[in-house]
């Protein structure tokens, strides 16, 4: 089974954001980059394909020469093969077509994206990656199981878990619960050396079109002043909620 893992190179939530050009663009200094988690959980349960069933898994990236380290982690995970799509990630359509066309041209049987990245927090390119290979989909898949060319997949829905029964090639957005938190793999020295060693392809853009443009970027209102209240004036407490909260 040839697996796809799609990887995006994200912000770590404990980084300071900022924006730069009159608030139209992403400042990148200062900030440290990461796997998506949500990727990070798929790349997870890849490598559990890998061990126990043979499974090849390749990782790809829709980006700069920046994103490098980010999929050399991934590598030093146990994934191996990279790709590198060269050209910086646009818009969700765009980034789907690319990865569609390395979907297409290596034949892939399953391909794991995360459910969505935690920076624009589309949602949307893993089911456009399935649109446009006339694959199998299944989000917000919390298990996933591979017997010859049927799987088995359980997703969260309103109110509850469903599970789907389907067949390769199939395209999933994975989230937490496709693995435990504690079966993500922190990679070791010899991961880390082997991954230098195993390949890392730069591949050109099929130059895409985008469908949509950042206009600003604006960050959430500061949170205003606090006011106390002693425990036992109630009467301050409902007057307050009322006519300076306007929540009651």
């Given at each position: 089974?040839?697996?796809?893992?799609?990887?995006?190179?994200?912000p770590d939530t404990t980084s300071k954001i900022n924006f730069a050009d009159n608030d139209t663009k992403f400042d990148t200094n200062g900030v440290q980059f990461v796997i998506n988690p949500n990727d990070e959980f798929g790349l997870t349960r890849a490598m559990w394909f890998k061990e126990k069933q043979g499974a090849n898994v390749t990782v790809v990236n829709v980006g700069g020469p920046e994103t490098e380290p980010?999929?050399?982690?991934?590598?030093?995970?146990?994934?191996?093969?990279?790709?590198?799509?060269?050209?910086?990630?646009?818009?969700g359509f765009q980034v789907a077509k690319e990865l569609a066309n390395i979907v297409n041209e290596g034949g892939y049987d399953l391909v794991i994206a995360g459910r969505e990245s935690i920076d624009y927090n589309g949602g949307m390119v893993p089911g456009m990656i399935a649109a446009l290979t006339n694959a199998n989909f299944v989000t917000n898949c919390i298990s996933l199981e591979v017997d010859g060319i049927n799987a088995t997949a359980m997703r969260e829905i309103d109110g509850g878990k469903e599970t789907?029964?389907?067949?390769?090639?199939?395209?999933?957005?994975?989230?937490?619960?496709l693995v435990e938190e504690s079966d993500l793999r922190i990679p070791n020295m010899r991961g880390i050396m082997m991954a230098r060693q195993k390949p890392l392809s730069v591949v050109e853009p099929t130059n895409a079109s985008t469908e949509t443009s950042t206009v600003k970027f604006e960050k959430p209102a500061p949170k205003g002043a606090v006011t106390l209240v002693d425990a036992d004036n109630v009467d301050e407490l409902i007057n307050l909620l009322h006519n300076e909260a306007k929540a009651i």
């Open positions: 089974m040839k697996i796809l893992v799609c990887i995006s190179h994200v980010t999929l050399r982690k991934a590598l030093a995970i146990g994934a191996d093969a990279a790709i590198r799509v060269n050209t910086d990630a646009k818009d789907v029964s389907t067949s390769l090639p199939l395209v999933i957005g994975g989230q937490k619960g």
